[in-house]
């Protein structure tokens, strides 16, 4: 996060200076703007930078304890410069947050600087290779240059200039990560069901009938239900990853020409795809362990492992919640768009449906489930629109209206979010498809399904309130879905296999390639530093003298 910030938040002169030092690793820099007392909450961080025109300086403080720096990685031990995102005060005016190049080590010793403290923050659940850190300032000084003065400027007698047209500008590295992080998740999640389709295809366990030899456990009806809407999933986190990244990038190019049009709308998609893509990840990634049975649970599988590294993301860069309720602000303003007959962007263009009045006639095609997910999102977003009118008229401030129904607008958001991803997976998979063997499409047409039927029958309490499907409808998809995982049965190595992935890559003794699950297994256990002897010390230290009853 260190460079591509350089890359936003500086002048032209300020990255001619930083980036070639940073990309040739001459300095080595972290972004710090989560504290001890603040995370979500930007405006409300404490750090502040208070510009003195004596001396050209911005004077860097820690004022409480909750506003010690918090989280940022490789804080503790690794860099020896940061970003730090504090609040700018100049002529005794506070203009909010802002980011600074502060450096807190020494270049040759790697000394931290005085005037500042830092260290590591503890053991985590994952993330364990990253020292995390923390940073608290005292008085510590920094060149008015170290501001980024991209967006906003402070002059050297302390006028402050605001440049940037947009008034979040300065949010741009969060947005580019959240894009990052989609990619992220599928190709996590492709990993882990790489492990565990190839070790439900070794695992052999009961026997259905007396004599039969025991079953791949992948033939198990309810192991192909937990593992094929994972390979599904990667797919279609995959393609949005891509769809969404060319947004990014169109998006980018139209602010760089002055137009910041779009910027809400990449906002609001970066939000609810970084979201739910990261929060199924990480579900479905804990799925593929469940379905290893106990070597799941063993770090040499490389699921817990996945599990704790991916977990993480539905926090960091945006909590899932915060994320989603941001995409609610979006999906709200362009709900009023339609009632006042103005154009909507593409992907919400869908919305004007909510105003029909009329259920969707329930079509169990892939375009009719994904006009069905459209329609879901279009009347869970009318009737939180209701609830927010409701509360309003009943003389409740906006803000207060709005926090009573943040249950319901995330589940708009969510709602609103699986239809794009849907939308998204389906048309990529045809546009990508065009020239391929019928044997390649019809795979990957069956995974989609598998995805759409798999929410369909996920949201079928949804679907009853917002289309005409009917009991029989769902009694049907359930077995439609049911010998689409049989039809998918046979290629499902196949399928894992496509993904590529190298056992180095993999750090699995359960899904390497050459599938020698049990003599890698044992291998990894020989690792264990209890093998090194036959009989532990502590035998002689604790439990000898406790048999003997001398503890
Ligand atoms: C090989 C590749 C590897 C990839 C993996 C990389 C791994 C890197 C490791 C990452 C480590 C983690 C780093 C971090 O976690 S960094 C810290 C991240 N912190 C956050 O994300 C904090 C989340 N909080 C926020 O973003 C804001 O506080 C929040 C948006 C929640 C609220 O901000 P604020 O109160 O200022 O704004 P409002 O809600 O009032 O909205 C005001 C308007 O601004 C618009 N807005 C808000 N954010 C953005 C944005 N980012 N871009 C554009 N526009 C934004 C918002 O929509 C409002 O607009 P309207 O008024 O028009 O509605
Ligand atoms: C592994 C890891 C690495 C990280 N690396 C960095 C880094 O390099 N740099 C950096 O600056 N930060 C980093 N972070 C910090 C991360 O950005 C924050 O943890 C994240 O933004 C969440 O903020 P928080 O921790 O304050 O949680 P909080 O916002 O306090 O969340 C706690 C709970 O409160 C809820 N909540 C909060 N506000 C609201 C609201 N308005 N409405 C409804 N519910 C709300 C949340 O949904 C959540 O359930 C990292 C975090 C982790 C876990």
């Known amino acids: 996060m260190f460079v591509p910030t350089l890359m936003g938040q500086c002048t032209p002169e300020q990255q001619a200076y930083w980036l070639p030092r940073a990309l040739d690793m001459q300095i080595i820099g972290t972004y710090a703007q989560t504290e001890l007392g603040h995370g979500t909450f930007i405006r409300g961080l404490e750090t502040t930078a208070t510009y003195d025109p004596e001396t050209e300086t911005f004077v860097m403080n820690s004022p409480t304890l909750t506003s010690y ?116 998740a599928a190709f996590n999640l492709a990993k882990a069901c790489t492990i565990a389709v190839r070790y439900s295809a070794i695992r052999r366990q009961c026997s259905p009938d007396s004599e039969g030899s025991e079953l791949q456990v992948l033939d198990y009806s309810t192991q192909q239900h937990k593992l094929f809407i994972c390979i599904a999933t990667a797919h279609a986190l995959q393609l949005n990853s891509t769809w969404l990244w060319k947004t990014f990038s169109d998006t980018l190019a139209a602010i760089k020409q002055g137009n910041v049009d779009t910027l809400p709308e990449l906002h609001a998609l970066s939000s609810c795809l970084k979201a739910l893509s990261t929060a199924d990840a990480a579900s479905l990634i804990e799925q593929c362990r469940h379905a290893c049975g106990g070597h799941g649970y063993m770090m040499s599988s490389g699921l817990p492992y996945l599990y704790a590294f991916v977990t993480a993301t539905r926090t960091y860069e945006g909590d899932y919640t915060i994320l989603l309720l941001q995409t609610a602000r979006f999906l709200v303003k362009a709900y009023e768009q339609v009632e006042a007959g103005k154009p909507l962007t593409p992907t919400v263009s869908y919305l004007s449906q909510a105003f029909t009045g009329k259920k969707l006639p329930w079509d169990s095609s892939p375009d009719g489930i994904i006009r069905a997910f459209q329609a879901l999102a279009a009347g869970k977003l009318s009737s939180t629109v209701k609830s927010l009118r409701k509360r309003l008229e009943s003389g409740l401030s906006y803000e207060q209206a709005w926090e009573l129904s943040t249950i319901q607008l995330n589940g708009a958001a969510e709602a609103h979010c699986r239809a794009v991803m849907s939308q998204n997976y389906k048309s ?124």
């Open 69 to 184: 720096k918090w989280w940022a990685g490789g804080l503790a031990k690794t860099v020896n410069y940061c970003i730090v995102v504090a609040q700018l005060y100049t002529k005794g005016v506070c203009h909010g947050t802002h980011p600074f190049i502060v450096q807190i080590r020494d270049e040759e010793t790697h000394m931290p600087r005085p005037g500042v403290k830092v260290g590591d923050i503890g053991p985590k659940l994952g993330f364990n290779t990253a020292d995390n850190g923390y940073l608290g300032f005292d008085n510590y000084r920094i060149p008015r240059d170290n501001m980024m003065m991209k967006n906003a400027q402070v002059l050297k007698d302390g006028t402050y200039v605001k440049v940037a047209r947009h008034g979040k500008a300065t949010y741009g590295t969060m947005v580019f990560v959240r894009v990052l992080l989609v990619n992220e």
């Open 428 to 551: 990529e998979i045809e546009r990508l498809t065009v020239n391929s063997s019928p044997n390649v499409k019809l795979v990957l047409q069956q995974l989609y399904k598998v995805y759409l039927y798999y929410w369909a029958l996920e949201r079928t309490g949804d679907l009853l309130l917002y289309t005409s499907i009917s009991e029989s409808d769902i009694f049907e998809l359930q077995l439609r879905y049911e010998g689409l995982l049989k039809e998918i049965r046979p290629n499902a190595v196949g399928i894992v296999d496509a993904f590529d992935l190298r056992d180095e890559v993999l750090h699995s003794a359960l899904g390497s390639y050459d599938g020698n699950v049990y003599e890698r297994l044992m291998a990894e256990a020989q690792k264990s530093p209890l093998n090194a002897e036959p009989v532990n010390q502590t035998f002689h230290t604790y439990l000898k003298p406790m048999m003997k009853g001398k503890l």
